[in-house]
């Protein structure tokens, strides 16, 4: 541990980063001192109308967060009031409180109908405001990030992906947060979403991008109650229905939410799949007609401001899914001269929980030192009750296996930052944090027709040492850089208790460094250059033994010996006005991904995940949103290439591909929204995996009635295109299938507010940087 402090410390004398950012928030009034109902505050530089920062004034309030230290311009716009300009010098969180005057005119009635920006840009990130009501009237929170620029949905709705970057971490505010986290939020709690293709040092070792989400805040006391509901018409009905208020008074603030969502699911997919060496080949479809899905989702929180810098917060989220499915599977088998057609009904009970609680002290050291200690246990539970029944050739179904699983995980977290002052441009931040986690999976199955049973009773654990510094600060006027290092020490060790045999035990260290520079060149146009490693770890449940049945040939299963990918990223922005173009390259070792494997004189084949030996690629990325007059739109095209390589694969030729994003909204009327847009991918080949193209349109129309009602009607694929085609052929197996997603959908949301207050700022800090490996 001495040689890692003195590496640490050297570091802090060799990098530095960006500047302190703080809040700048208001309350805005006309000459009546009445809170003045909606309006836009906007943000410049003091020598130019670039637009830094931009907000909604809601009920006489808005909050811009994490506004670099400088001068600015602050441009107050209300409809029916005089625009009012105030300079603003931001050395610490601001508090502005603005009189407005009301505009006269001779005219007998005037509707001014303007739209307002839905995205921003900067440096290639991408900020989206969703309070747009578009978005704000999405129930689900995985839907909301499905109607994104350049984020990708899986298949099953339970993962995102951001086009060239991978699985991103997910912060709220400045701290870190889990999928079932984000899951358990409803859409109308958030105001913001920042997608961050370059993260700095401060966010963990994983983080090759971030999803950085902002809650709508605001000063004022008192309550707020959201309650909403959307009726959904897919291939089956589906219904949401959510609740989330806040109380402020003094010095503490109350949250809670909670959404009961009754779902059924359709879900299919096919595969064709063959085994040369073994003469084997076998084709299959997978129908779930309807996935009977009770979802309860919630949280609350207490957050406590002992003085204008020390609070101490507490928070919990659970979420709960039951499902009662019946999966039907027709399967065609060949196997040298001998065939069988089989239909498979597989009845499955699962259940899953998820809960996690954290505790948080922020203390203010001195003028020029703040510490932050935070401790966090989170748990996650899973019991599958399956019984599985095969019919061979059209003769009868009979019950052929029994099985129980379960799995259950515990994380327990802790960790301590420091962040001092070192100057007025230049600042330090240190910290360390240990993560704890122990599972258990149990399987029992019991084959009906031989009349045995096999049992298995795996554990698992892995813990993770952390220590990192960063350094940050700026070169004059016109040069910022930022830079830091964090080091990893990483043990975990899985067994098998029958045989108390170790099948995994890894120790390992690492070094992910990270960089970065931006050279202003003018008012309106800078360069950004990023340099960073990162590591991603398989979720906690990829390692474990539980399997699921697909037919009498195939099974689902995990994989006990996932090694992690480590992926190293170099890029160069540059921006010019709000639009950016940039080229990123990357490489990647150990890269995860779902193939279906066969050992020579097995009984069946196994569908999991497995590493690959390497990956890299090339994008370049073209984002331009644009706003004028009631039109607003959102664009973002990217030319990728991708290489995967592995010994076992058979080589494909390598081609670029396209991605394509385009939304536009019209403000029709004072309180009306016509919004359309799709988003596309051409025919991807990648080296081992080909993947298809694919075109999907989306339309929405919203509307606010009597302020506080808001009404949405959205059209989803309208022509069912979201289908996900792959092949590829590893390790002596060649496959070809398809993904049927059911996403076309027409659906109603109905919400209505009401309360004397908006959700008041709210403060607290995940402190286990794995949660979204708790699946």
Known sequence: MRGLWFSLCSLVGTLVCAQNTYDISGNITDDQNQLVSIGDALLFPIANDTLVAYTSIIDGAFLMPNIPEGSYRLRVSC?????????????????????????????????????????????????????????????????????????????????????????????????????????????????TIEIIRNPSAKYEANGRAVLLITRKSNLSEGFRLNLSETLSFKRNFNNYSNINGSYHSGKVTLKANFAYNDLLQWESHQFEFGIPDADIFSDYLIL??????????????????????????????????????????????????????????????????????????????????????????????????????????????????????????????????????????????????????RANAQTNIQFLETASNLEIDYDYSESTIAAYTTLSGELGEKVQFNGGLRVENNTVKGEEEAENIPLVNRRSTNLFPKANLTVELDSTKHLTFNYGKSIDRPNYSSASSIQIFFNPFLEGEGNVNLLPTVTEDLS????????????????????????????????????????????????????????????????????SRRRIQDATASGKPVKPYVYFYTDHQFKIGKETTVSFGAWGLTKRSEGIFERNAMVVWNAALTKTFFKNWNCALRFNDITRAMNYEESYAINGVVADGVYFVDAQEVALSIKYTFGNSKDHDYNNKEVDENLDRIK
């Open 79 to 191: 409809l029916g009031f005089e625009d009012v300009e105030q300079n603003l010098v931001v050395t610490g969180n601001l508090v502005v409180s603005i009189q407005l005057v009301a505009h006269t005119t001779n005219l007998e009635a005037v509707e001014v109908v303007a739209a307002r920006p839905v995205t921003t840009n900067e440096n290639g990130n991408l900020k989206i405001d969703v309070t747009n009501p578009v978005f704000s009237a999405i129930p689900d929170p995985m839907e909301l990030l499905s109607r994104l620029p350049n984020l990708q949905v899986s298949p099953d709705w339970a993962s995102v992906t951001i086009l060239g970057k991978g699985t991103p971490l997910v912060y709220l505010g400045n701290q870190r947060i889990s999928m079932e986290e984000f899951n358990a939020l409803t859409v109308d709690d958030i105001s």
């Open 288 to 437: 779930v007609d309807r996935n009977d899905r009770i979802e309860l989702n919630g949280g609350g929180g207490l957050f406590y401001q002992i003085n204008d810098t020390d609070y101490f917060s507490a928070n919990t989220t659970f979420r709960s899914q039951t499902n009662d499915v019946i999966i039907a599977t027709d399967t065609f088998l060949r196997q040298g001269s001998e065939q069988d057609d089989i239909l498979t009904e597989t009845n499955n009970q699962n259940n899953k929980r998820f809960g996690s609680a954290n505790l948080n002290y922020a203390r203010k050291l001195n003028t020029k030192t703040n510490v932050f200690a935070g401790i966090q246990y989170s748990s996650y539970e899973q019991r599958l009750d399956t019984e599985i029944a095969n019919n061979y050739n059209t003769t009868a179904f009979d019950i052929s296996q029994l099985r129980e699983q379960r799995y259950r995980i515990n994380v327990l977290t802790y960790r301590m930052d420091f962040d001092k002052k070192l100057t007025n441009d230049l600042k330090w931040e240190f910290g360390a944090n240990n993560s704890i986690a």
């Open 572 to 639: 160069a922005v540059f921006q010019f006005g709000n639009n950016s173009l940039s080229i990123e390259y990357f490489k990647r070792k150990n890269p995860i991904y779902y193939t279906i494997g066969y050992t020579i004189g097995e009984e069946r084949a196994v569908f999991s995940l497995k590493n690959l030996e390497r990956e890299s690629g090339l994008d370049i990325n073209f984002n331009f949103p644009i706003t004028k007059g009631i039109w607003t739109s959102t664009n973002a095209v990217s030319l």
